[in-house]
C-alpha cells in the first residue's frame, strides 16, 4: 500500500540557472514578457481559464486526423456518489483487432485547460502506431479539491479498461500518459491501479510531471522567475489542489502528489522526461531514480537547456525532435512487448 514520504532534506545552495538552449532562449524570453513564470495567482485562476485570443482548441475535424479517427464526447459515470465525467474518445477507424491506447490526462496545473489542450501532440504519438487515444475531462482545483480530480481520473480509467471490447481496444495494452499536471495525475492514477488491483496500466509516459508538493527542490529554487512556469506558479496549483498552508505539511497524500509514495514498487514500465531549465527537474529525476531503486523499468531524459513545455512551444527546434522521437521510440518498444 502507498504510504507518505515526510522526511525532507534540509535545503541545499544552487548554483546559477542552467541556460536555455540557444534555439530555445529567444522564444522563451519573448513569452515571458507576454506570460510571465509567475503569472498564476490564487486571484486571478477564473481569468487564466478565459480563452487564449489565436489560440483554438482542437475540433472534433482536426482530431479526425482526416477521417482516420472516429471521435466522441462521451459521458460516463464519476467516482461513487460523485458526478459523471466525460472522455473524449478517439478510436481508429479501420483498426481490423483491438487497438492499443493512451489513456491521456491534460495538464493544466490542477486549475486550468480541458480534456482537449495536448490532445494533438497525443495523437502526434499515437497516430503511427495505431493507438486510439481516450482523454479524461477531471474537475478542476480549487473548486473541486484533493481527491476530486485524481479519482476523476482514476473511474475513467476503470470505464475505458471495463469497455474496452465495446471501443475495440486491447485492455492488455493501455498506456496512461501526461504532461505536466496531468503528468502527475498519470503518476497518481498508476499508484491507485495497483493498490486497488485496478485496471491493468501496460506503461506510463510521464512528461515534465507535477509531482512534489513540497515545491522546494534545487530546481524549484533556482529557476524561480524563468521560463513560463514557476515555482509561484507551481504554489499556486498546489495550494488550489490540496488547500492553503496545506502543501509540505505531513499529511498530504501519494494519490495528490506522488513523490509522497515510500513504495514505487510493482508499477509498470515508464518514460520520464524534463528540461534541464525548469521547475520540475529535480522532483522528476528523483522519483525516476527511486524508481529503479526499488526495481522498477524506467528510461529518463533530461534534456539540456529545455524549459517546460519547451516541445509544444517550440516544436520544430533539434532538442524539440529529438525528445518527440524518443517518446515514439519508448513508446514503440512498449507496445512491441506485448504485439500479438
Given amino acids: ?18 541556460p536555455f538552449d540557444p534555439e530555445l532562449a529567444p522564444v522563451v524570453e519573448s513569452l515571458a514578457t507576454l506570460f510571465p513564470p509567475d503569472a498564476y495567482r490564487p486571484d486571478n485562476i477564473a481569468e487564466m481559464r478565459k480563452p487564449v485570443p489565436g489560440v483554438e ?5 482536426v482530431l479526425s486526423r482526416g477521417g482516420a479517427y ?14 459523471d465525467i466525460s472522455l473524449l474518445i478517439c478510436l481508429p477507424k479501420h483498426a481490423a483487432t483491438p487497438t492499443p491506447a493512451m489513456y491521456h490526462v491534460h495538464g ?9 489542450f495536448g490532445m494533438v501532440e497525443m495523437l502526434d504519438l499515437a497516430e503511427p502506431m495505431g493507438m486510439a487515444v481516450v482523454s479524461v475531462e477531471y474537475r478542476l482545483a480549487p473548486e473541486t479539491p484533493h481527491p476530486g480530480p485524481v479519482e ?16 475495440n481496444i486491447d485492455p492488455d495494452r493501455i498506456v496512461i500518459g501526461g504532461t505536466s499536471a496531468g503528468g502527475g495525475l498519470a503518476a497518481a492514477v498508476t499508484l491507485m491501479a495497483r493498490d486497488r488491483n485496478g485496471p491493468a496500466v501496460l506503461a506510463q509516459l510521464l512528461l515534465s510531471p507535477m509531482l512534489d508538493d513540497r515545491n522546494d527542490s534545487p530546481s524549484a529554487r533556482q529557476m524561480r522567475g524563468l521560463g513560463i512556469w514557476d515555482s509561484s506558479s507551481n504554489e499556486t496549483g498546489w ?12 499529511d498530504v497524500s501519494p494519490y495528490a502528489a506522488p513523490a509522497r509514495a515510500t513504495d514505487l514498487s510493482g508499477l509498470p514500465p515508464t518514460f520520464v522526461d524534463v528540461g534541464s531549465a525548469e521547475t520540475f527537474r529535480d522532483e522528476d529525476v528523483a522519483y525516476a531514480s527511486r524508481m529503479w531503486q526499488a526495481g522498477g523499468r524506467v528510461e529518463l531524459h533530461v534534456w539540456p537547456g529545455g524549459f517546460h513545455g519547451f516541445d509544444v512551444v517550440v516544436p520544430h527546434a533539434v532538442i524539440s525532435q529529438d525528445a518527440i522521437a524518443a517518446r515514439a521510440a519508448w513508446l514503440r518498444r512498449q507496445l512491441g512487448r506485448t504485439s500479438r
Avoid: F
Avoid at 504510504?3 to 546559477?16: I, K, Y
Avoid at 482548441?57 to 475535424?61: C, Y
Fill in 1 to 18: 500500500m502507498t504510504t507518505h514520504v515526510t522526511d525532507r532534506p534540509s535545503a541545499q545552495p544552487v548554483g546559477p540557472p542552467p
Fill in 57 to 61: 482548441k482542437p475540433t472534433d475535424e
Fill in 70 to 83: 472516429s471521435v466522441e464526447e462521451r459521458t460516463v459515470p464519476g467516482p461513487d456518489g460523485e458526478p
Fill in 108 to 116: 493544466g496545473g490542477m486549475i486550468v485547460e480541458d480534456n482537449r
Fill in 152 to 167: 476523476d481520473c482514476y473511474a475513467g480509467l476503470v470505464w475505458v479498461s471495463d469497455h474496452a471490447h465495446e471501443l
Fill in 239 to 250: 495550494n488550489a489542489l490540496l488547500g492553503a498552508g496545506v502543501p509540505g505539511g505531513p
